[in-house]
């Protein structure tokens, strides 16, 4: 089946650590999207990649970083500079990045402080 | 100004019932329009798109789009418990911007 997997479902992280969060895509799509959720709060877009080896900052890039080496795949590290990263994240892709593309959500990750 | 404004409810309706969530944003400049839901501790799932002034219909889902007043709604035609989600607008203005959801709740 076609879809988009984020691994794991479940993440802690401690003190001073860096975690990364795992998107894969197998839907050929050229744009992907990395959206952070807070309780009671809309999505806010962290990242944004439209095609290989090219990403942009969102309005909360701040204690985060992405890679795309791959159209697969577009991995988000939570660095130890982002001082509250306990939060809900989504991975999306959609076909490109145009006005019209719905995107398209993977399960997304639940990072914690431990 | 929030971006894209939502009543946060919750929206209570009995099983039945027509459920109409309203969305207003405020760049004139939007040019397509999304609704999402999201059940509690899931991602959100797209419903409904739209990009013209007027309404749009898939099965129970209304969408209606009136781009002079900026707003968007939802229809939601027999409800059913079923439905008890959040749902998201999402307006796209260069990127997609979110609100933050309406709760909707039906009530068997």
């Known amino acids: 089946d076609g879809g988009i997997t984020q691994s794991p479902k479940y993440l802690f992280r401690k003190e001073g650590q860096n975690v990364t969060l795992s998107c894969e895509q197998n839907l050929n799509h050229d744009a992907m999207y990395w959206y952070r959720q807070d309780p009671g709060q809309g999505l806010r877009l962290i990242y944004y990649s439209q095609i290989v080896n090219d990403f942009q900052k969102g309005d909360i890039a701040e204690g985060y970083s992405v890679s795309r080496e791959k159209k697969e795949s577009f991995p988000l590290t939570v660095t130890s500079a982002q001082k509250n990263p306990t939060a809900f994240y989504l991975c999306?892709?959609?076909?490109?990045?145009?006005?019209?593309?719905?995107?398209?959500f993977g399960d997304g990750t639940r990072l914690s402080i431990l | 100004q929030k971006e894209v404004e939502q009543n946060s409810g919750p929206l209570s309706v009995p099983e039945g019932a027509i459920a109409s969530l309203n969305c207003t944003y405020s760049d004139r400049g939007s040019q397509s329009f999304f609704w999402y839901r999201q059940y509690s501790g899931k991602s959100p799932e797209l419903i409904m798109f739209?990009?013209?002034?007027g309404d749009k219909e898939d099965g129970r889902f209304t969408a209606q789009l009136n781009k002079a007043s900026q707003y968007v709604s939802l229809l939601i035609r027999d409800s059913q418990p079923s439905d008890s989600a959040t749902y998201l607008c999402?307006?796209?203005?260069?990127?997609?911007?979110f609100g933050a959801g309406t709760i909707l709740r039906v009530k068997s």
């Open positions: 739209i990009y013209s002034n």
């Open positions: 999306a892709s959609s076909p490109y990045q145009g006005s019209n593309q719905p995107q398209h």
């Open positions: 999402a307006v796209n203005v260069n990127k997609l911007v």
